[in-house]
């Protein structure tokens, strides 16, 4: 199977979670750690803000990496492992997107946390945690859990990953330029993707086989 049963699939859901959740108290208590990190970084990558090329393409980064952005990209991986036979993972793949984001939605209005004062961009709702960060952290880990072990290339499987990766991390540096969010709201959405992750694992884990007999994805790679 693409994502194979892994005995350390547990205790990386119970640290990534319990971070999240430590992460989530704080910035809902405005904790002084939370302002000193976030005004850390937001020093380091936006101190010197030019106002042309960069912050161009620091939005056109941002944009690739909209919700309704990652949503078309999440619809296409789909349709593109539907087209390999790969049925049962393209379903996997767009519900993994879908209930992930649905958290984040939810925690965003537990949580409620107002955006940075000097906002550029043109978002509005709560800040934490990002969701352009979460939906882009979970097409990259659709990406690296079941289409990087289908490409046969090698020099592909590495340039796939390491252009997946480079992307989060401008993704996530560019809400944070573009003043759309503070740090750890960055840093959050990535805690709870890889939270959510690994329970979405387990489900492939268990489910794929019992789906390949199912009537639409009969005979599924898996």
């Known amino acids: 199977m693409l994502i194979q049963f892994d005995h350390g699939r547990k205790f ?9 959740l430590i992460l989530a108290f704080m910035v809902w208590r405005n904790a002084l750690l939370v302002s000193t990190v976030d005004a850390a970084f937001q020093t380091l990558f936006t101190s010197n803000h030019p106002s042309g090329f960069m912050t161009a393409y620091m ?5 690739l990496g909209s919700p309704k952005m990652t949503l078309l990209w999440g619809l296409l991986l ?11 993972a393209a379903l996997w793949s767009f519900a993994t997107l879908v209930t992930g984001d649905a958290w984040g939605w939810i925690i965003k209005h537990l949580i409620q946390r107002a955006r940075p004062a000097q906002h550029l961009a043109a978002d509005d709702g709560f800040s934490f945690p990002s969701g352009h960060t979460l939906g882009t952290f979970l097409i990259a880990g659709i990406v690296l859990l079941v289409v990087v072990p289908i490409i046969q290339n090698d020099l592909k499987r ?7 990766i480079v992307f989060v991390a401008l993704l996530a540096i560019s809400r944070v330029y573009l003043y759309a969010h503070f740090p750890t709201d960055t840093i959050g959405a ?5 939270t959510w992750l690994q329970i979405m694992e387990v489900f492939y884990v268990k489910l794929a086989p019992t789906m390949q007999r199912m009537r639409y994805t009969r005979y599924s790679l898996i």
Not at 59 to 63: A, L
Not at 158 to 164: G, P, S
């Open 158 to 164: 590495r340039v796939t990953i390491a252009i997946t």
């Open 59 to 63: 939005k056109f980064i941002s944009f």
């Open 78 to 88: 789909a349709v593109l492992l539907w087209g390999l036979k790969f049925k049962v």
């Open 12 to 20: 990386r859901f119970i640290v990534s979670g319990v971070i999240f």
């Open 190 to 194: 990535m805690l709870l993707g890889y």
